[in-house]
């Protein structure tokens, strides 16, 4: 029963590199979130998405990050043009359908830690 | 719009000791409270929920929170803590009305003495 799946757990990239960070949700979950944790600063909400449609993006930055969750395959967030600024830890958390989830109950991968130099 | 305070960023406390993690919301709606907890490198994982009904609320490893609705506040409670539960705690509110993200507060990392 694998939980939600992210790679790579570790990312290094250099200034003005573009960055694709990626995530399979749990068996069965449809909803995909995006969190960027900073540090002292805790979780920050980016986006939410379910196959094909993204539903609130209202956290994500206006330029040079995007993010997909395409009908087959893992949800994708994508930094271009990586700044400092940029290095962080990106969790993805995904829940099942409304009908069935509890509100909120978010199941999180482990994390992918970006780094620019 | 919804928010999370968490009052505490680190909590020293000897093994066996009881804890309390603090924790107050601002909402303008009725809400939904969560705990996660965050071991080290490792993702997020539920440690009790609030919907609605009783105030008290029991979680995994011991640990409890109860709703204050007049306090807006959902603290987090251990009577007798262990050096494994020496991690970063948040906690986090939605709006029950519809598929909103949990709003997170900052973090208490807590660390057990032994």
């Known amino acids: 029963n694998a939980g939600v799946m992210q790679n790579p757990r570790h990312l290094v990239r250099r200034r003005g590199q573009e960055a694709r960070l990626r995530c399979s949700p749990m068996?069965?979950?449809?909803?995909v979130y995006w969190y960027r944790q900073l540090p002292e600063e805790g979780l920050k909400f980016m986006v939410y998405?379910?196959?094909?449609?993204?539903?609130?993006e209202s956290g994500m930055p206006k330029e040079r990050f995007s993010a997909e969750f395409p009908k087959e395959g893992p949800s994708i967030l994508r930094i271009q043009q990586v700044v400092r600024g940029d290095s962080a830890a990106y969790f993805c958390?995904?829940?099942?359908?409304?009908?069935?989830?509890?509100?909120?109950?978010?199941?999180f991968g482990e994390g992918s830690r970006l780094t620019v130099l | 719009a919804q928010s999370v305070t968490q009052l505490d960023s680190q909590v020293p406390v000897f093994e066996e000791a009881p804890v309390e993690l603090r924790c107050n919301y601002s909402?303008?709606?009725?809400?939904?409270l969560f705990w996660y907890v965050q071991y080290p490198n490792q993702g997020l994982q539920l440690l009790l929920k609030?919907?609605?009904?009783?105030?008290l609320v029991k979680g995994i490893n011991g640990f409890e929170a109860e709703f204050n609705k007049s306090q807006t506040s959902f603290h987090l409670r251990k009577p007798s803590v262990h050096i494994s539960d020496t991690a970063e705690y948040f906690c986090?509110?939605?709006?029950?009305?519809?598929?909103?993200?949990?709003?997170f507060g900052k973090g208490t990392r807590l660390s057990v003495i032994a």
């Open positions: 986090a509110v939605s709006d029950p009305r519809g598929n909103t993200p949990l709003v």
């Open positions: 909402s303008s709606v009725s809400v939904y």
């Open positions: 068996k069965g979950h449809s909803h």
């Open positions: 958390a995904s829940s099942p359908p409304t009908a069935s989830r509890g509100p909120g109950e978010l199941f």
């Open positions: 609030y919907l609605s009904g009783s105030t």
């Open positions: 998405l379910q196959k094909e449609n993204i539903i609130d």
